[in-house]
């Protein structure tokens, strides 16, 4: 089983699910993050899988981040609250197989799995 956390909106987003569907024949979980929040803990899961600092999983580009986090010092579970209120500033796609994740940026990142 593959898990992908989408936004169809994210033309990044639609390659990496695009490359997976034509090169495996997994099944593929399709969970659009922005209606369905992750938790605190799946946020903190992903990025131990991602052996990402939070910080590194943020949308620096997105307005809400300029407008509530820019220059700002946070802790890592302060990064993670800030994702759970506001999903928008997840890096997406972020796919997930057994113990691993990546980030589908580039898209073709997602065939490493």
């Known amino acids: 089983m593959i898990k992908i956390w989408h936004n169809p909106r994210c033309s990044k987003s639609r390659e990496s699910l695009k490359l997976l569907q034509e090169n495996s024949d997994e099944n593929i979980e399709i969970r659009e993050y922005l209606k369905d929040t992750p938790s605190k803990g799946e946020l903190s899961e992903i990025i131990k899988l991602l052996d990402i600092h939070p910080e590194k999983l943020l949308r ?18 302060e990064w993670i609250d800030a994702m759970v209120k506001y999903p928008k500033l997840i890096e997406r796609p972020i796919v997930i197989k057994n113990n691993k994740a990546v980030i589908g940026r580039p898209p073709s990142l997602v065939l490493d799995l």
Do not use: A, H, P
Not at 60 to 77: R, V
């Open 60 to 77: 620096k580009t997105e307005s809400i981040f300029k407008e509530e986090f820019k220059g700002k010092e946070l802790s890592e579970q």
